[in-house]
């Protein structure tokens, strides 16, 4: 039961490991360069005013973001490095899934096998869900640990919906590298696409904030579903983003699924 | 061998019409034969000629254009679980997870099969260290890998591409044992090989497919029966060469006192003519599935 899944855990095991506790050790850094941050509250401010208007609203950046420490915290880490280390991973998992198997030649040992198709790219891409809830859960909920660490004050609810949104996040970019990975026999092809995407979306959110002209183009950024801003900062959660990353996972698994039953795979 | 719930003797695989195209290119057109259940069937061809497209087809990892193939009754796209349950499979191209050991290897397919025993006895007999890992194997390790893998849990057929590449002559022997032994316990083998010789050695019929397109099937009697007798004759006195312009008769050398001639299904006139030249030696023996192989594909 579930050996696919198991295997392909296992096999991440070391990676996942070391990725988690990189990404738990930077939050670990952030958190206890807080105090020191906060004793320096208006040198900071006065900082972050400095920067231009539109930079900032482009980059979502709020005046009084050193305030709080979830304020300090999705400037620092989860509005950017965060984000970043899931898409990687969401990236490279989603690649590796089915890409990385037909690349390798070693997906002909598990066709081989009583085993249907479906079974095959579901044990997968719940490898990867698993993979990806392991890392979100573990580095966004450590925060409130290591704040109490530091006696630091914080709101539990806001790293626990940032954790809901994160995962959201993650799986879309899982959902997406898989739909490309069942396309196209080529792990290397995919995470250039996936890359170009991912660059692409950034930039839309990016300028979106910069002229007025621009603003409907947010809409196509995964960027502008994940607020860490709004979420830890103001903790205001967008319910359409639930929607939006929703049927971004639905239809990209589907349609990746049903490429995957159709398509000739010659190994 | 597992218990058969296929019951009465019939084709363990038919391909029926089996067409497969790649864009422009058919790689298998329109091929139709069967395999009886409990033989050892070669399936011969040369380099492109569709002998893997066909078989891949039949473990469906790719999709026929049009025609089926069948394993005991069952489609091999509709059935595909149950017939991969009965079907243990070596690839031509054996690519590994470089980082397990053949260990790992058993293991996962031990598992994604249901299978509960360790092939202890298969790798003594092959010879093969299951310690070590798959990126520091030669290929014939590698090969004896996959034969493993193939025949754990010994599965009713044997769907074999290329066995034997890679594999010294000793092992080749050992293989070849392993096959028989299969065979007399009722398995069925279904192989494709460039090796003539070893496809005469342990083949009961054969099919021969060029461009696509089935060229022969036959048991390996018939193959050898209709096809090539080669003669070597020596003459005590100078002979005319116009005395072997006999049809399907060709002569490959020539000189009045010597000719070597290769003569196309049953020798009859030949020998008639033979009959009343002056011999000093002759030499006649069948031409090797080699030669019959060249002479359907020329």
Known sequence: MFTIFRTTVRERRTSILAFTLGGMGLILLYVGLYPTIQSQISVMNSLLAAYPQGVLKAFNFSMDAFNTLEGYLSTENFGLIWPIMLMFLGVSLGAGAIAGEIDKGSMGLILAQPISRTKIFWEKYLAGVYV????????????????????????????????????????????????????????????????GVLVVMYVLKIVSGLKDSLINLKYGSFFYYFNSTDILQKGIYDHWSYLVFGLVIVITTGLALFIFQKRDISI | MPQCYYSDKMSAITFTNLTKSF???????????????????GFLGPNGAGKTTAIRCMMDFIRANSGKVTVFGKDSQIDTVEIKSIIGYLPADHHYYENWNGRDHIKFVSKLR?????????????????????????????????IILAMLGKPKILVLDEPTQGLDPLLQNSFYELIHEYKQSGGTVFMSSHNLPEVERICDSVAIIRQGKLAAEETLESLREKSLHKFSLLFSEPVERSLFNIKDVKIVTFSPSSVVLEAKGEPTELLAVIAKLPIKDIEVSHASLEEIFMEVYR
């Not at chain 1, 914080?154 to 959902?175: D, E, N, P």
């Open chain 2, 23 to 41: 864009g422009k290119l058919v790689a298998v057109n329109d091929v139709t034969f069967s395999v009886k259940e409990g033989q050892i069937f």
């Open chain 1, 132 to 195: 990806i809830g392991v890392f979100t859960i573990l580095t966004v909920m450590s925060t409130p640990v290591f704040a109490k660490m530091f006696n630091l004050s914080f709101h539990f609810g806001r790293f626990a919906m940032l954790s809901v949104y994160g995962l959201l996040l993650g799986l879309s970019i899982l959902s997406l590298s898989t739909l490309l990975s069942v396309m196209f026999s080529d792990k290397g092809r995919v995470n250039g696409i996936m890359a």
């Open chain 2, 114 to 146: 249901g299978i509960n025993e360790y092939p202890d006895e298969l790798i003594k007999k092959l010879d093969f260290n299951p310690k070590v890992k798959v990126r520091t194997l030669s290929s014939g390790n590698k090969q004896k890998l996959g």
